[in-house]
DNA sequence: CTGAAAGCGCTTACAG
DNA sequence: CTGAAAGCGCTTACAG
């Protein structure tokens, strides 16, 4: 492998000049340059960056660190983040920890070891001490979507108290009453706001309520569903906390012949690219996904570049997107009472 | 930051010593690696990677270059293969290319910069000179669902000519004989070779064969498809050469008052997760994209572990998946003639 | 079983 | 404008 020294050598030059040209250096005269560049044309040499890097003490990498890469809300976010680095020359180090505490501090461990210079991290363990051990190293942390009990990392997430809200209440306006709520997982933050969110708005409106945990997935959600139609048969409504449950959801409901938009109404968190192509397109509560990555980089990037030392938390809001699946569009009438509600 | 040295000084050892314990080295005495161990906590001494990998001339990274993470094809192998390469120890640098060369190129630069151990690549521009640099450095390559130029690559494809054909007999068998394709990019192999699979198959059946090409997205292929039914109404069957492009096409038909199964047969490359629950259920060509992805991080571990020297290309096939978007649902003569065909 | 020392390939403060 | 030299934090062949 071919280093700066033979380029030197080749060039008539010393290392450092080399290097000073490989960087950019305005001070190194043009014929000198020249024949520095000829030779690294000439050699074939690539830069060492792991050399450069240990020398600097510092590399231009950042770790992106989702539950669930499958989830078009958190590949969205990846391919933001993702190009938001490379414009500004850095790369990307991906890490999916399945929901698994274990495999997220495996991996700040590793971003860590790899001397990272921040982290955007969707957690999995909001409470896993390599959070603060990373910060204490002042590795900057951005919390994605979901917080992190360190209170000095940046967070941007949405507001899923008020997203819920908002469900039940469209679901009680078209005229449901037996609405439920099919949850995601307890232990993370979207879970339980969202869940939380859905029981503050029932008991708010004097309506009963009832919920099962689909786990964030596909399958949970069909199992969870089956059960609850088999428990409750008058359910008319139905709140579903991410995108992935509503596919089970959606099998679990056509397997039982229920009709959607007709005996049951849906409304669904996320909206993905198919949301408006199933049969019938549901109405789903929509939060700026790509607009919310961006602010993580920029949160990322004041940090990184020293810009900002005190921590900022960045709350995007739900809008509902109404379409079929809950059945009787709103009238103006609704639109009124809605307005007043938000 | 606490470094080794601090480490060796504060367990009263060598840093020699220290590293051994850290990397597991047997020899190292039970009192010693006690102490270091201790001290290590005590010191909340993190290992720094970049001075192993520099001193090692070797790191624990592969490089992953898919052309659209955003795309659940690639976004599944992206999943697959960052899975197996956290648990043989190995990080991912994920790189978007966007189809673009520029941006492959560019990444490819910074991959042998960065030293990585082997990259997966769905290549943008197949004749990326980076690609041979590469390999002659050193790196192996496994070029994923399309091919590379250089023969020294191993790979991992789809059979995209048979892929069309299916589905072109497939739409003749229900009836259909006005057959149009909706294309890629001529520019991609995988665009290339389904075109050239439906055409083939239309000149064997006596059919005339058109197409327009929808660049494998979904606006592409919503333009696409508004030009082909304004240019020729009388079609009456759907070739789509990505899950992306059923998603602008079923918006097209849906706007022209066509009835996909009815009107209109349609059969889709791709099998995403929503192809089952839109309206109707998509008949689809499905390959097994984990298992392929499985594959190409066997052969990049093969290379890796110098193994293996001579290339090697594995082509997976395509299965038809029936469902509701042809219409008539082919009964047993239809499987007879289909397996003969096969 | 353990340590002293060399060296991985760069960058950069210093001197000229 | 340019070079000699130190040093980033590890690992490991060598010696004992």
Known sequence: MVKIKDVAQHAGVSSATVSRVLNGDERVASPARERVLASVRELGYRPNRLARNLRRQQTETIGVVVSEIE????????RVIEDAAFRQGYRVILCNTDETPAKQRAYLEMLAAERVRGVILAPADA??????????LGVPIVAFDRGVDDPMADAVIADNHYGSRRAV??????GRRHIAFIGGRPEIQTGRERLAGYVAAMEELQLEPRWVEGAFRVEGAYAATRRLLADDPEVDGLVIANNLMTIGALKALRQSGRRVGD???LVAFDDPVWAE??????????????????QAVDLLFERIAGMRTQPRTVIFTFELRVRASCGKLPGPAYEAASVAFE
């Open 71 to 78: 989830n078009p809300h958190f590949t969205q976010a990846v």
């Open 127 to 136: 409470a896993d001490p390599m959070i603060s051990q990373l910060l204490a």
């Open 169 to 174: 209440r469209h679901l009680r306006d078209v």
């Open 263 to 265: 005996d049951i109404g």
């Open 277 to 294: 192509f199933v049969d019938p397109p549901i109405t789903v509560l929509v939060q700026p996904v790509r607009r919310m990555a961006a």
